[in-house]
């Protein structure tokens, strides 16, 4: 069966740094879309990143695009997110996601697969 799971979450202060990972197993994981979410009680679920199959092509909101780098390496089947610059607002659980297509997305609904989640504290 599929099965992502994330690690790399912590307790961190602002402008801080954190390197997320997502290894994945029971998929062919370079025939897959990566992507970040992030979610925190009382908000919807936030689309943070996505790559493309071999990681020439990536995605990314706003709101991190210059402080968020998502990479992958297909050989470890596992995916990341480098964090810097971290501020309280980033405070959420983050989860990775796959998606069998060539095409990257930005709705979570279109992912076939999650992992259970990783939590991210940023501290003032």
């Known amino acids: 069966q599929a099965q992502l799971v994330e690690s790399g979450g912590g307790l961190v202060q602002a402008g801080g740094s954190l390197r997320l990972s997502c290894a994945a197993s029971?998929?062919?994981?370079?025939?897959?879309?990566m992507g970040w979410f992030r979610q925190t009680p009382g908000k919807e679920r936030e689309f943070v990143a996505a790559?493309?199959?071999?990681?020439?092509?990536?995605k990314y909101a706003d709101s991190v695009k210059v402080r968020f780098t998502i990479s992958r390496d297909n050989a470890k089947n596992t995916v990341y997110l480098q964090m810097n610059s971290l501020k309280p607002e980033d405070t959420a659980i983050y989860y990775c996601?796959?998606?069998?297509?060539?095409?990257?997305?930005?709705?979570?609904?279109?992912?076939?697969?999650w992992g259970q989640g990783t939590q991210v504290t940023v501290s003032s």
């Open positions: 996601a796959a998606r069998g297509s060539i095409t990257l997305s930005t709705t979570g609904s279109e992912y076939s697969y």
């Open positions: 029971g998929l062919l994981f370079s025939r897959y879309t």
């Open positions: 790559i493309s199959r071999s990681g020439g092509d990536t």
